[in-house]
């Protein structure tokens, strides 16, 4: 796949006089087995004191970095400095001794442990073999109150929530007496609470002359905390920028390399595409010229709440028809729940999350046996828990899983292509399959859907999340498939591959498939959907019409409430 | 059966159920350390014989017996360098390799017996160790303290071994390798190293294990430990990776098997049924392995090689 940036390695912000930068790469170049160059020529340089945001989209190249400053990866080429002086880490240790220490997105914890002896793990301040617990966890609860990272310390990591964990590993940074800290994302995992309460803890740590290196590929997010901005694009550094002298639209167009405009989707005017703010009061609108109203806007009035399937002039393609299912665990999780969906059309499945979306997204796809009613395709009813019979009536699942369930990671993208195609395709002879025959057709999907890999024998592991899903996206649709069922298909996706996916089915829609779009990002399921039905407790609480609605309205249905 | 419940009888069948203990715990201690870092040992019991047919030998042309506990160990721990190549350096499949461990020994034990011995000779078994004052208690005395040093030596290391995994940066970093040992890599714990020394010890134990099975008997013969270091295995799940829980299940074989015996001499047991009253000890640990094993987690990446990177 052609990379088309015309940026290259660009200097970072000021390279005045005065103190060397806290950390800083040069040239920095990571390649990886199966010709991946995670890193291109990479420049970034960070002061001490000043919180540094990485920004890019998923797989541009911004862990892989992190992963070379803290000594996890060796670079291929180029130099890495702390305080001016070129260092050479050969493990994450000789980094800490440097005084620079990651907190992963996967938290590197040891569940049955304890706080404290997590935080001490590798580490002793005294030295010795002794280990004592009150020592340690009283030096663990002074560092906890000055930077507000409360955790007990005497807590098993395994009673602990994601944020809390979260904070054990952000303690053990503090208490290796980091000078720089660089976080993975991570504000992935926390409540918004959580969220202020981290970047409270980050500002005290700067204020004290740390360097926290903040990597996100949320505009809000880095609009609020960072001092000052480098973004990288496919492997490349493309520029640094001040905080105070840009803004959310510059550093999309920056981020993704293209006016996110011109990949804007159709339903714009459809319905109000609010941005729930997500942090602070900065929130900026990421699309620099479609109209974002604010959240709260009310568009019209409330629509027909009915919970019946509606009934104008062409037949449902899909429809169902009081169908009642059971969890996981036998427990009834859908009741009665009776929705059609037209040609062309796109039905949003609103609601908070674990109210019966993956179970009815199941159900549709045959992955899941119905108790009770009747899925129909057309005129053509489906037999309960026939995932087979479901694909043969042309029905294609995102599922919201993608790496359990989308796809066999370790298998090519080929394979993987074919994996529903094997029946019906040209790439086989009898029981043999035409590998040959199976990788053009790859290549012809990979180009069409933008797919981004080695090639067509690149193992989907290696992929990044976005072009995973574009795998799955290629195989699902490439069909040209009368029900689309797509659950949560932009989660963890970054903005470009988000709206990429949305385009798709979109695209999917006008070539007349029926589409239901599971989602628990209300904006996503607002812009795109044509009527919205919301999920409560295994039942349909109502059905809008998605220009005729409100967020409170929505919401109040979403809680139970209407 | 009225016989059994007389106070020399029932304190002679504890005394020999903690003799008969002694092997297994020793065996099942150096295992739970192993597996603790992640390193579960199916080859325990090759090693075992091993070692019981080194020590044998040695005894048997040096009279020393001494040497001969000493042998057993070494032979334990090179066959820890073996084992720990193999799983750990290797990355092997450690449930083949374990097997393949287990047959050369089971092999090689038989093959040098009969080479090397041919005719069995019963050697000087372990004289027992009567502790000043407390052998003298009434009851326990004789039940407890008129052991030989190998079965004290065993039991101390019990609280030696928690001490070492519940209160020692050592015994921390064999569980973070054994539970996440991607975390224990990122703060700098060598992985490799860790699991290296947690086999070298845990086969320098399965060593002594073999030799103080064979002090007991007084004899070697083929296949002496009749699959007692799949048991110690075994016990391994069943005390829950604790040193504790370890001691507790091999008492209870040991205890188990002493009282089969005992009945067996008394009569209690028909001769007919001899061989599958045996059997006993084994089932009942397997029985209780089934109620106390699955409540408690094993090592999150027990028998996982460590990969780093993606």
């Given at each position: 796949m052609a990379t088309h940036v015309e940026t290259g390695p660009a200097p970072a912000g000021t390279a005045t006089a005065g103190p060397p930068p806290a950390v800083a790469a040069s040239g920095v170049t990571k390649r990886f087995t199966g010709g991946v160059v995670a890193n291109d020529r990479v420049t970034f340089e960070s002061r001490r004191g000043e919180v540094h945001a990485l920004l890019g989209e998923n797989g541009a190249g911004k862990t892989t970095l992190c992963n070379i400053l803290t000594g996890l990866y060796r670079p291929d080429e180029g130099d890495i400095s702390i305080d001016g002086r070129a260092v050479h880490f050969r493990s994450p240790h000789d980094a800490h001794a440097a005084g620079i220490f990651m907190v992963h997105q996967h938290l590197s914890l040891v569940d049955s442990l304890t706080v404290a002896e997590n935080v001490v793990l590798g580490w002793s301040r005294t030295g010795g073999v002794r280990y004592s617990p009150h020592r340690v966890e009283a030096e663990i609860t002074e560092i906890a109150e000055r930077y507000h990272?409360?955790?007990?310390?005497?807590?098993?990591?395994?009673?602990?929530s994601l944020g809390e964990r979260q904070r054990v590993d952000i303690l053990k940074a503090l208490y290796r007496d980091a000078r720089i800290l660089i976080l993975d994302e991570p504000t992935t995992v926390l409540t918004p609470a959580e969220i202020e309460q981290l970047f409270s803890s980050v500002r005290e740590m700067v204020a004290g002359d740390r360097t926290v290196v903040f990597i996100s590929h949320k505009l809000p997010e880095v609009l609020e905390i960072a001092d000052r901005v480098t973004i990288l694009r496919k492997g490349r550094s493309v520029t640094t920028v001040e905080r105070a002298g840009t803004d959310a639209s510059q550093l999309a167009r920056l981020m993704v390399?293209?006016?996110?405009a011109e990949g804007r989707v159709r339903r714009a005017t459809a319905g109000s595409g609010s941005q729930a703010p997500l942090v602070g009061p900065r929130t900026g609108s990421f699309f620099p010229t479609g109209g974002v109203p604010t959240?709260?806007?009310?568009?019209?009035?409330?629509?027909?709440?009915?919970?019946?399937v509606d009934s104008p002039a062409p037949a449902p393609m899909l429809r169902l028809d009081a169908v009642c299912a059971d969890g996981d665990f036998g427990r009834q999780v859908l009741f009665d729940v009776t929705l059609g969906i037209r040609p062309g059309e796109i039905l949003g499945i609103a609601g908070v999350a674990g109210n019966g979306q993956r179970e009815l997204a199941e159900v549709i796809a045959g992955l899941r046996p119905h108790t009770k009613g009747s899925v129909r395709v057309g005129d053509e009813p489906l037999t309960s828990g026939d995932a087979r019979g479901a694909i043969e009536r042309g029905i294609a699942f995102v599922p919201e899983d993608r790496m359990g369930t989308g796809v066999s990671p370790s298998l090519s993208v080929t394979e993987n292509l074919i994996l529903k195609a094997y029946r019906s395709g040209a790439a086989h002879a009898g029981p043999v399959l035409l590998m040959s025959r199976a990788d053009a057709e790859a290549v012809s999907l990979m180009e069409r859907f933008d797919i981004r890999a080695s090639?067509?024998?690149?193992?989907?592991?290696?992929?990044?999340g976005g072009n995973v899903q574009k795998v799955v996206l290629a195989r699902e649709l490439s069909s040209e498939p009368r029900v689309v069922i797509a659950a949560s298909p932009t989660r963890g996706l970054d903005v470009g591959a988000t709206e990429y996916v949305r385009s798709v089915l979109v695209g999917a829609a006008e070539r007349g498939a029926a589409i239901m779009l599971i989602s628990e990002d209300l904006d996503e399921i607002v812009e795109l959907s044509d009527r919205i039905a919301v999920l409560y407790e295994g039942r349909v609480a109502g059905i809008v019409d998605a220009g005729r609605c409100t967020y409170e309205e929505l919401g109040l249905m979403m809680a139970g409430a209407a | 059966m009225s016989q059994f419940f007389t106070q020399a009888i029932l304190t002679a069948t504890v005394a020999s159920g903690i003799a008969l203990a002694t092997p297994f715990l020793l065996a099942s201690l150096g295992e739970t350390i192993g597996q603790r870092s992640g390193v579960i040992n199916l080859g325990l019991d090759g090693i075992m014989l091993l070692s019981a047919f080194t020590s044998y030998y040695v005894a048997l042309n040096t009279g020393n017996l001494g040497l001969a506990v000493l042998s057993g160990v070494g032979v334990g721990f090179l066959m820890g360098i073996a084992t720990a190549f193999i799983s750990v350096t290797l990355k092997a499949e450690q449930g083949i390799s374990g097997i393949g461990v287990y047959l050369f020994g089971l092999g090689l034990s038989d093959l040098l017996f009969v080479k090397l011995v041919g005719t069995p000779l019963p050697i000087a078994s372990l004289p027992a160790f009567r502790i000043p004052v407390l052998a003298d208690i009434p009851i326990l005395g004789p039940m407890l303290f008129q052991q030989t040093l190998l079965v004290y030596f065993a039991f101390l290391l019990v609280p030696v071994v928690t001490f070492i995994l519940d209160r020692t940066t050592y015994g921390m970093k064999i569980k973070a390798a054994g539970e996440n040992p991607a975390a224990a890599d990122s703060l700098g714990v060598s992985v490799a190293r860790i699991r290296w020394s947690a086999v070298l010890i845990g086969c320098s134990m399965a060593g002594l294990a073999g030799t103080s099975l064979l002090l007991y008997d007084g004899i070697f013969q083929q296949n002496l430990t009749q699959s007692e270091g799949f048991i110690a295995v075994a016990l391994v799940y069943f005390g829950a990776w604790t040193a504790v829980g370890v001691m507790g299940g091999s008492l209870l074989y040991g205890l188990v098997a002493a009282v089969v015996l005992a009945w067996k001499a008394l009569g209690i047991i028909p001769l007919s049924a001899s061989d599958l009253a045996a059997t006993a000890p084994a089932v009942l640990t397997v029985l209780a392995l089934l109620w106390v094993g699955r409540r408690f987690r094993q090592p999150a990446v027990l028998g996982k090689p460590y990969e780093r990177g993606e």
């Open positions: 990272v409360r955790v007990d310390p005497r807590a098993r990591v395994w009673q602990l390399g293209h006016d996110l959240a709260g806007t009310s568009v019209a009035g409330i629509g027909d709440a009915s919970g019946a090639g067509p024998h690149a193992l989907v592991r290696q992929l990044s | -």
